[in-house]
């Protein structure tokens, strides 16, 4: 959490930093802060989805990935 914070203070980071903290919060056990984290994101590209991130997220570990998309999906993020 503490490093995709960092990484929102990026320009480049574009969505990615934001998908990031929505999947740590929501692994930490802190629905609220997910979930707040996750309107942040959809604020910034409305039609973002588990699938899309599943198809673009840039991280190419299976286990991995399938942990970021679990915790988008606790935090509300549609799944289509």
């Known amino acids: 959490?503490?490093?995709?914070?960092?990484?929102?203070l990026q320009p480049e980071t574009q969505i990615w930093g934001n998908c990031m903290l929505v999947a740590g919060l929501s692994h930490l056990d802190r629905p609220d802060d997910?979930?707040?984290?996750a309107q942040v994101l959809l604020a910034k590209k409305p039609d973002f989805t588990c699938e899309f991130a599943r198809?673009?997220?840039?991280?190419?570990?299976?286990?991995?990935q399938a942990r970021c998309i679990d915790g988008l999906r606790m935090a509300g993020i549609p799944v289509n």
């Open 1 to 8: 959490v503490e490093w995709a914070r960092k990484s929102l």
């Open 55 to 64: 198809t673009n997220l840039p991280i190419w570990e299976e286990k991995f």
């Open 34 to 37: 997910a979930q707040q984290a």
